[in-house]
């Protein structure tokens, strides 16, 4: 995926106006809608955590086209998103798996993937003067998962099959979801406790330490693969 001058915009100023702000939004919603699987996106993003958040009441919920009869996963705190894959077959599905799947922040190419961001704000963001007392966090989760509609040749065995899988899959991507909902706070405790000069830096420390939890947790559980989240 290429940047979008926007973003680069963004990523240059250092203060945002509500225009760029915008900017940024539509940026993330294409992003969304694209299912763009570039690391590079994530660092983006991750960088970009400086900068005023975004009104609540502007974002829009980007949902892929091409929603089908499956029904939709939901996680709470996250927005998902979908790569389809076709198939009849176990050996099928796992070659759509290899070719289709995200890759994520870390490289690693699986099965799905957990994105989040947080962003951070204060009265005087960027200059000697502030107000931390008023500095805000919020976050952004997108999970991309499969989504195989079963054709009517396929075997109930392995639809049987699939959906254990799906749910474990969902399972392991809730645990990195859930650790952004949980701690993200800790990047507003951060904030507060330090000066209108170190603020920014004690945020980006306490966002690499969720940032930390992701990488020992795939660690642990081989990305989800020991909790089930093996196919076939
Ligand atoms: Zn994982």
Redesign the pocket.
Known sequence: MQLSRGMLKVLAATSASNQDERQAHDHFAEMNAKLTRSVSVYLVLVAACGRPSIPASSRTETQPATQTAVAPVRIPNATIAYYDITGSSADELRTQLDRFGPI?YDGYK?DA??RWFIRWNWPGYGESSCDLNQATVSYEIEVILPRWSPPDNAQPDLVTQWTAYLHALIE??KG?VEYVVDRHSTVLDAIKNATCETADEAAARALQAIRQH?IE??AA?D??KNQGARFP
């Open positions: 994520g699986g993937t957990t392991h991507e990195h992701d947790y795939d559980t990305h989800g």
